[in-house]
């Protein structure tokens, strides 16, 4: 999956935690999965996930059959046990930060510090290009071309993308760059300042790093991180009439369908097209 696929470390994750208790029961054989096998061990794991996440893992519960079906383990067609999962992604709003949250987030990191001006590089490659935090992780020190003020992004599937290096974000890494990293002899762009020095290990450094920005500013929000920033840079394109085929284009999402959920956050277009309730307020 990772060698051959290029898949996220947190769909491998998935798969860690699921596919060896599913052959665990049916005590490591798995020529025995059966339908019923699938569905019975999907249903008691799932009771507790979200629709998300429940059909994240029933993916990866399919991906791992069709391997045993390639493989000649199991009977063509096993993987068509788990129906698809219902979740209907566009009931709610993405939550997102106001212009006037994000300016804080942004102050709350002290570039007077080693460690302020490492968050506060993150936090503008987070919310001012839209980076994914798995796309942080994965930056190296090539990927920063000065001269052509612009940076390489590999983000899901190894699929790499080009992105402008503007003004704001340039300084910020510039600043960490000259007074901030640790002289190490690592590609990573983005290390750890404590002992011992390394790259970061997984994404969720980085989603720390930018919930620990957003609770400095003093914004309190169930739950937050990487991704709330970039959702963030989102709407704020959008707030500045960027077309939603643009922002597309900048967070790299291979459907536009993915964009178009952006859509529901200008409240004044929707005001436009909304229609009264047949029959009255009343009614």
Same mark, same amino acid.
């Given at each position: 999956m990772l060698n051959h696929r290029g898949v996220m470390q947190s769909t491998l994750r998935i798969y860690d935690r699921f596919i060896p208790p599913l052959l665990e029961s049916v005590s490591g054989d798995a020529s025995c999965i059966t339908a019923g096998t699938l569905r019975a061990f999907f249903i008691e794991r799932s009771k507790t996930l979200s629709a998300g996440y429940a059909s994240n893992v029933a993916n990866a519960i399919r991906v791992f059959v069709r391997y045993l079906i390639a493989e000649g383990i199991a009977a063509p067609g096993l993987d068509n046990a788990l129906p698809p999962i219902p979740d209907w992604t566009d009931r709610s709003l993405p939550r997102f930060l106001q212009s006037?949250?994000?300016?804080?987030?942004?102050?709350?990191?002290?570039?007077?510090?080693?460690?302020g001006l490492r968050d506060r590089a993150i936090v503008l490659l987070l919310v001012r290009l839209g980076l994914r935090a798995s796309d942080i992780l994965r930056l190296r020190l090539q990927d920063l071309d000065w001269n052509d003020a612009s940076i390489r992004v590999c983000g899901k599937g190894r699929r790499e993308a080009r992105l402008p290096l503007t003004q704001e974000v340039g300084d910020a890494v510039l600043s960490y760059l000259q007074s901030g990293r640790p002289p190490v002899q690592v590609q990573a762009l983005f290390v750890?300042?404590?002992?011992?020095?390394?790259?970061?290990?997984?994404?969720?450094?980085?989603?720390?790093?930018?919930?620990?920005?957003?609770? @400095?500013?003093?914004?309190?929000?169930?739950?937050?991180?990487?991704?709330?920033? @970039?959702?963030?840079?989102?709407?704020?394109?959008?707030?500045?009439g960027v077309s939603l085929q643009e922002i597309g284009s900048v967070l790299r999402h291979q459907s536009f369908d993915t964009t178009f959920h952006y859509a529901k956050v200008d409240r004044t277009l929707l005001r436009l097209v909304v229609q009264p309730w047949p029959g009255g307020a009343n009614s």
């Open positions: 006037s949250d994000i300016e804080r987030v942004i102050a709350a990191c002290d570039c007077s510090t080693k460690q750890r300042l404590t002992t011992p020095i390394q790259p970061f290990a997984d994404s969720s450094a980085i989603s720390g790093i930018a919930s620990a920005a957003i609770r @400095r500013a003093g914004i309190r929000l169930p739950r937050c991180g990487a991704h709330i920033l @970039r959702h963030s840079a989102a709407t704020e394109m959008l707030r500045h």
